[in-house]
């Protein structure tokens, strides 16, 4: 017996007649990415182009919401297969028949270099165009590089290739980058029309190759040597935006084809290097954290209205995310001073923005219109969501929920964004614990992707999905967090802190230490952070924890001698570092080194040099370790929740993807056997995760535990 086999007969490019111009329509799924059976499809068409006399031109599309969103990026580090997207391009430019791209919705990275080896393009309403590269490690590859600068000059295509910008219809046209705007959102249609009349006029071939936008005079001299001074400060550690730099240098330097090749060649120095790789992984994992249980099983709840409880530093941050993405706020305080003081915090903010020419006067009326504050927490009674910001403290918190649970409509979302407590024991404050969960955002609230969504027990899987929803609308990261003290990312922070204190009352100065993390790629290293949140608030954390620290766990009093000075940082001008007059850069503080000298003779401990890498690998393998760990007891889902919370968070260096990616590259048996040696001076605090002793008898690395390959 034989099986009927469903096959699909859908193709990745489709292709219609009409008269005498070949559609060609890219139809991938989800983004009409570039993948081999595009490239192929569109290798046919350009066959059939050429080879049926009846046809003058051809018209690329895209099918569905897209034009195409890019090479395939799922493609790049595997064998790469023919036939190739600048082949493609190359044909298209130089094909002898009219080639014209009508772009609806993205034509990003290789999808805007087809567009450009078209003769003419055409947007309608919605485009976005784009050469994003840079943001993956990687620089145009397929011609863009020397396309882009001869079209629309060197000072536009180095702005668009070095930020990776998505421009709109009106800026393409107006830069040059595309001929006609058409309003609405037919492609096929207008592209249509635009083909007929261009024939009609006898529009020959017109290779963007020969665009002559590049003067190679003084004023592109000039900006490229502004661009190439600009990334070095900025991007010090990356690849891609210098040798993109070069390369637009190049196409007033070299003909087209040598340039070709100097693309090609630079474009796979990109591909080889990891920081592809960490890039790439961060993209992937931006989308990832959302694939949670929930996502199936809960449907979420509509929220326009957002109830803020406490009009603190995060209260108050919370309140402007949500304002700034539309929503309207209700802001609840105990009293009224403090509201006043609330909603004075929040103005402040807009006003700072409007001071900078960054807001209108009239936006910030606008924005400030959608927000109401009260005393009575009866206020909340509309609310979708409330979200809970008060002080760090059971009892507190539990008042709050109980208040809450008598006033909120039933449905409400009931969110505390604490940043350590027991959620489940908050939630016994309610009749409704299906609607209690945390939500825990990150200062400042209204600049940070990181929304950590800790799912407490008896949460209903509706509430989460709201809870991702709502992150998708304040557009955060939002990653799904188990409750435990300190939940993902501040739970690990508190491990690796504690290698660093180690390392000072070993020897390595706070200042070695700071400089050793921003030479991993850190914009700040940890103490210079602390001196910026206010030393007051872990040294809270470290009185709270002192009861149940275990008594023969190692503990460094540095930090808390340096805190009971009153020296919490840049706040009091002064903390790890001096801040004179109030300067935001700090110095070394010769009494903090006296502080750290002192306690050093108190342990008996005759200090050691450190190296820069030796620091890096100490804090990276007790970072990777509590990672594992968490994972382990699933309060991440996966080792990529890790790397978002600390990519998104904690200021890990994104083009190394995550401290569990960094962790695969470099190797989990090198990690593992460094924690072990390190376990023979201290086996307390050195004890390899059991994930981590599992995946390396494997043979596996943490990406074979991700949804997806790195
Ligand atoms: N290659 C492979 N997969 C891609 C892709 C690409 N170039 N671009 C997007 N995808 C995938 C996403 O991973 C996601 O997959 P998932 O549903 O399994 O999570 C899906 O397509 C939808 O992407 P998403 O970003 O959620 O959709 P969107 O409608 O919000 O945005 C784009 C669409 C095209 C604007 C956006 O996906 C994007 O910016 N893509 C990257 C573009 C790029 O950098 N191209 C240059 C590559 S060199």
Same mark, same amino acid.
């Given at each position: 017996m034989t099986l009927e086999v469903p096959v699909t007969t859908k193709k990745p490019v489709a292709y219609e007649i009409r008269g005498r111009v070949l559609v060609v329509s890219i139809d991938s799924p989800p983004v009409n990415a570039l993948g081999l059976g595009v490239r192929q499809g569109l290798s046919e068409a350009l066959d059939r182009l050429e080879e049926d006399q009846s046809l003058s031109a051809m018209l690329v599309v895209g099918a569905g919401a897209n034009f195409i969103g890019g090479?395939?990026?799922?493609?790049? /580090?595997?064998p790469r297969q023919a036939p190739f997207v600048r082949d493609i391009c190359s044909r298209m430019e130089t094909s002898s028949k009219l080639v014209v791209a009508a772009i609806r919705g993205a034509a990003l990275g290789g999808g805007l270099e087809v567009a450009l080896s078209a003769h003419y393009r055409l947007v309608v309403d919605g485009a976005r165009l784009g050469l994003p590269e840079v943001l993956l /490690?990687?620089?145009?590859?397929?011609g863009g590089t020397q396309r882009m600068p001869r079209l629309i000059g060197v000072s536009a295509a180095l702005d668009l290739m070095l930020t990776g910008r998505h421009i709109g219809a009106t800026e393409a046209v107006a830069l040059g980058l595309a001929d006609r705007h058409v309003s609405g959102a037919d492609a096929v249609g207008s592209g249509v029309a635009y083909v007929e009349e261009l024939l009609a006029q006898g529009a020959r071939p017109r290779p963007t190759r020969d665009a002559t936008a590049v003067r190679g005079d003084a004023s592109d001299v000039e900006a490229i040597s502004t661009a190439r001074n600009e990334q070095r400060k900025r991007h010090p550690m990356l690849l891609s935006p210098h040798l993109i730099v070069d390369l637009v240098e190049a196409t007033s330097q070299l003909p087209f084809d040598p340039a070709m090749e100097m693309e090609l060649e630079k474009f796979q120095q990109c591909i080889d290097s990891p920081q592809r790789r960490g890039l790439i992984h961060a993209f992937f994992v931006e989308r990832d954290t959302s694939k949670i249980p929930e996502a199936t099983k809960g449907k979420p709840r509509d929220v326009n209205e957002v109830g803020v409880v406490g009009g603190g530093t995060m209260g108050a941050g919370i309140a402007i995310a949500a304002l700034n993405a539309g929503l309207r706020v209700t802001l609840v305080e105990r009293d009224e001073p403090a509201l006043l003081r609330g909603l004075s915090n929040i103005e402040q903010v807009y006003a700072g923005l409007v001071a900078k020419g960054r807001m209108t006067k009239s936006d910030q009326n606008a924005v400030m219109a959608r927000l109401a504050g009260f005393t009575d927490f009866a206020a909340l009674g509309f609310a979708d969501v409330v979200i809970e910001a008060a002080f760090e403290d059971m009892k507190v918190k539990k008042d709050v929920f109980g208040q809450l649970d008598q006033v909120c409509k039933p449905g409400a979302v009931l969110a505390t964004n604490t940043s350590y407590l027991d959620i489940d024991e908050i939630a016994k404050a309610t009749n409704r614990p299906e609607d209690v969960i945390g939500l825990h955002f990150f200062a400042p609230a209204y600049i940070m992707r990181l929304l950590e969504v800790v799912v407490p027990r008896q949460v209903h899987p509706d509430v989460v999905a709201t809870a991702f929803s709502l992150a998708r609308i304040l557009k955060k990261v939002a990653v799904r967090a188990g409750v435990c003290d300190g939940f993902i990312g501040n739970r690990i922070l508190s491990v690796y802190r504690r290698a660093a204190d180690y390392m000072m009352e070993d020897g390595a100065s706070p200042y070695e230490i700071d400089a050793a993390i921003r030479a991993f790629g850190y914009p700040m290293g940890p103490l210079q952070v602390s001196d910026l949140s206010g030393g007051d608030i872990g040294w809270a954390t470290r009185k709270r924890q002192a009861q149940t620290r275990d008594p023969k766990q190692r503990y460094v009093r540095i930090a808390d001698r340096i805190a009971e000075q009153g020296w919490f940082g840049q706040k009091t001008r002064r903390g790890w570092y001096l801040y004179p007059d109030g300067a935001r850069k700090g110095v070394p503080d010769p009494d903090v080194l006296n502080i750290v000298d002192e306690e050093r003779k108190r342990s008996g401990i005759v200090p050691r040099s450190f190296t820069s890498e030796e620091i890096q690998r100490r804090y990276l393998a007790a970072m990777v370790n509590e990672g594992a760990n968490v994972v382990h007891e699933e309060?991440?889902?996966?080792?990529l929740d890790v790397d978002a919370v600390f990519v998104h968070g904690f200021g890990f260096p994104r083009f190394r993807g995550g401290p569990m990616l960094y962790a695969d590259m470099v190797g989990l048996p090198k990690i593992l056997s460094d924690i072990e040696a390190y376990a023979k001076e201290d086996p307390q605090f050195w004890r390899p995760s059991p994930l981590l002793l599992r995946l390396v008898s494997e043979g596996r690395d943490f990406s074979s535990l991700n949804t997806r390959d790195a």
């Open positions: 090479a395939d990026i799922r493609e790049f /580090g595997k /490690g990687l620089l145009p590859g397929s309060i991440a889902l996966r080792p």
